[in-house]
């Protein structure tokens, strides 16, 4: 199996680069002449330029509901970018399903396909009803399958039609050319049994959480059972936060200034490496790395920690 | 007191010209040796370029020849306008984007948080030409079960939250279709400035909608007493709000060196209409108030193209040509801004034109007809002093 490896932008961090107004200002003697037109989506792109030249196969772009929306950053990178999958990450409650279908198309048509999804994790109940959206959290799940469902309906099927309790389409479906590229690459996550049985029915990859290898192993024997009942095939991905320096010292000195997620892997780029390809031994297919500030380590990664791990993972194919 | 000039991004392909019924420019026609965005390469094969690529070219041709910016509309088989603008965001400069948008199709906050994401993405380029009649069997093709004028009510709710949240970092809402407690913008999305509202719909429940929210009233073209007499009452009601609200024309021009050849070009096209083009217009079921309006021309029924000829350089069988209104413009340049002069005569303050080909005529109508706009303009104020 191929391993597809990702990198993910979150528009929210490094907030002060390329940003108007609060940016790096230079003393008065250096001569600065800075166009007045560069914005924070500068920034944006230059990420996503550096993912593409470090040979990431794509960019996520995190949905932060305190920055620039996913779905327009991923529109402007994807236009600057020949060759990455571009994945915004977006809530359930954005609106009409119909309408982020439709979205999606003209996406596809305009980039050669090269749009994916990824559902965000649910906020809470408070977090929701300031972005005016009282689901209750009992429903929530089946407001995503109805979702989903209603979005890959109007894709393929002409007429659809579907009633459910919180999305309803008569006689729907796109017509050519909407309809000639693929529905978006989808990617869901969640740790329990319900996240994952959701993913059986709709996802093509579900994304999971940094975990010890043989547990990680046993979520997506579980998957796996699961999406043979629906007759479908999954694949199994990993988010994995990194801080990776050349050496172990080097890393675990660097600990020490920065807030780190939970889960992310502290290593050397060999370690790094044989970590990643323990994962991929164990059914992992799709990647989802990220580091900050996001420049600078996505050329770290792209450039020391991509080829070793690619290499491990290459050799397992061959030798299997 | 200036006047806005807006073209059209045709977000369903174009035709090579108005000849020919064919979309020979994107992919909504079988593609053949000719075809622009995808063309055919040597061997036939797609050559990789996509419509986006065409819509990149007139908007580039709409902003180098003095418009602002352009409409982007949106209808079941169209691409969409949300993901248009932030593709063409930096291939452009000053063109704006007037993102055609139905209200009940998007989260309030979630689409607040796009619309001010593309304002900076834009420098500010971003307005909004909101829809909400429409109705019928397409209301439902898109996931809408709402009747008419209940729509109307959510547009209006939606607009409350959408400018609240831009306003204030900390709104609460209880409406009839939408709740909100303690939403708001984050303060670098916040500081944008809050785009323009353009609103279209000519049924009562619009126009209290519009007098309220809205920050232009845009129709298309009517007959122009009509349209005149339409306008007086938008401004009336917006008045006794204690608001102000612009009126604008969405308006198709045939417009050529002389008048003459203006209507051969239409000649041809209207001879030139299938059947089968006809029948599909014919009859079109839908609840819209404006467009009943202009179906009285009963244009499909029409055997000769001058039975359509409703006042001098009016013509009502643009429908017959190319998808859109009726009712449109025909004549020599000078009769075409002579035309656009009694529009603003009788209360127009803003125009989206368009042409066909968009991206050509784009050109033909900044060079040759705007210029005359001016000097007529300024012929009128001299006539007045």
């Known amino acids: ?320 | 007191m200036s006047i806005d000039f807006y073209w059209r991004l045709p977000t369903h392909g174009c035709h090579n010209s108005l000849h020919t019924s064919g979309y020979e420019r994107g992919d909504w026609s079988p593609l053949k040796p000719g075809n622009i965005a995808p063309g055919l390469g040597r061997d036939g094969e797609p050559d990789g370029f996509t419509y986006i690529d065409h819509l990149t070219e007139i908007a580039k041709a709409a902003e180098s020849v003095g418009f602002l910016g352009g409409l982007i509309p949106s209808f079941p088989n169209t691409d969409d306008p949300w993901v248009i603008a932030p593709l063409l965001a930096r291939e452009t400069r000053s063109f704006r984007f007037m993102i055609a948008f139905q209200p009940g199709f998007g989260n309030p906050v979630h689409t607040a948080r796009m619309a001010a994401s593309l304002q900076r993405a834009t420098g500010g380029r971003l307005l909004f030409n909101i829809i909400t009649g429409g109705g019928g069997p397409a209301q439902l093709w898109w996931g809408d079960s709402f009747a008419h004028d209940d729509r109307y009510g959510r547009t209006s709710e939606f607009l409350d939250i959408f400018r609240g949240v831009w306003d204030s970092p900390n709104v609460s809402y209880d409406g009839r279709f939408y709740q909100l407690r303690g939403g708001g913008l984050p303060p670098l999305l916040r500081r944008e400035e809050f785009p323009e509202i353009w609103f279209s719909g000519s049924s009562d429940a619009a126009l209290r909608t519009s007098a309220r929210h809205a920050d232009y009233y845009l129709s298309w073209l009517e007959p122009f007493d009509q349209l005149g007499d339409k306008f007086a009452r938008v401004k009336e009601r917006t008045a006794a709000l204690g608001r102000e609200q612009k009126c604008a024309v969405r308006v198709d021009l045939v417009a050529r060196a002389t008048e003459e050849e203006a209507w051969r070009d239409i000649r041809i096209g209207f001879e030139n209409v299938s059947e089968e083009t006809r029948q599909r217009w014919r009859g079109q079921p839908t609840d819209s108030v404006g467009a009943s309006r202009q179906a009285a021309l009963r244009p499909t029924d029409a055997r000769r193209y001058d039975e359509l000829i409703v006042a001098p350089n009016l013509w009502g069988g643009f429908n017959l040509l190319r998808g859109g209104p009726a009712l449109g413009i025909v004549g020599s340049y000078e009769q075409c801004a002579a035309r656009l002069a009694d529009l603003i005569a009788r209360g127009a303050d803003a125009f989206i034109l368009a042409g066909t080909p968009h991206l050509e005529e784009a050109w033909r109508i900044g060079e040759e007809v705007l210029p005359l706009l001016g000097r007529q303009a300024r012929t009128l104020l001299a006539a007045a002093e």
Not at chain 1, 110 to 130: C, D, F, K, Q, V
Not at chain 1, 140 to 155: I, K, N, W, Y
Not at chain 1, 214 to 237: F, M, P, S, W, Y
């Open chain 1, 1 to 320: 199996m191929t391993l597809n490896i990702h990198w993910r932008l979150d528009p929210a961090a490094e907030p002060l680069r390329s940003e108007p107004g609060t940016e790096h200002a230079l003393p008065a003697f250096i001569r600065d002449r800075r166009a007045t037109s560069r914005n924070r989506f500068d920034y944006y792109v230059q990420v996503a330029r550096a993912v593409a030249q470090t040979a990431f196969d794509g960019l996520f772009v995190r949905h932060r509901s305190e920055a620039d929306e996913s779905r327009i950053i991923a529109a402007i990178v994807a236009r600057e970018t020949p060759r990455l999958l571009v994945v915004p990450e977006f809530p359930a409650s954005v609106g009409s399903a119909v309408y982020a279908a439709k979205q999606a198309a003209t996406f596809q048509r305009a980039t050669h396909g090269r749009l994916g999804w990824a559902i965000a994790a649910e906020e809470n109940a408070a977090s929701r009803e300031a972005e005016a959206d009282f689901v209750p959290d009992e429903d929530l799940r089946q407001r995503l399958d109805e979702f989903l469902t209603v979005a890959r309906g109007v894709h393929r099927d002409r007429p659809f039609t579907f009633q459910g309790r919180h999305f309803e389409v008569l006689d729907g479906g796109f017509e050519a050319p909407l309809n000639q590229h693929r529905f978006p690459k989808l990617f869901l996550q969640g740790e329990d049994d319900g996240a994952l049985a959701l993913s059986a029915r709709h996802a093509d990859v579900h994304l999971f959480a940094p975990g010890p290898v043989d547990v990680l192993a046993e979520r997506i024997a579980t998957l796996n059972t699961l999406t043979a009942v629906e007759g479908r095939q999954v694949a199994a991905g990993l988010i994995q936060p990194l801080l990776v320096r050349e050496d172990r010292d080097g890393a675990e000195n660097d600990v020490q200034h920065l807030p780190l997620a939970s889960g992310t892997l502290v290593a050397s780029y060999d370690e790094a490496a044989d970590q990643l390809a323990a994962y991929a031994a164990a059914g992992v297919t799709e990647l989802l790395l990220e580091a900050v500030p996001t420049l600078e380590e996505a050329y770290r990664v792209g450039q020391h920690l991509l080829p070793r791990l690619r290499a491990r993972t290459g050799a397992a194919r061959k030798a299997a």
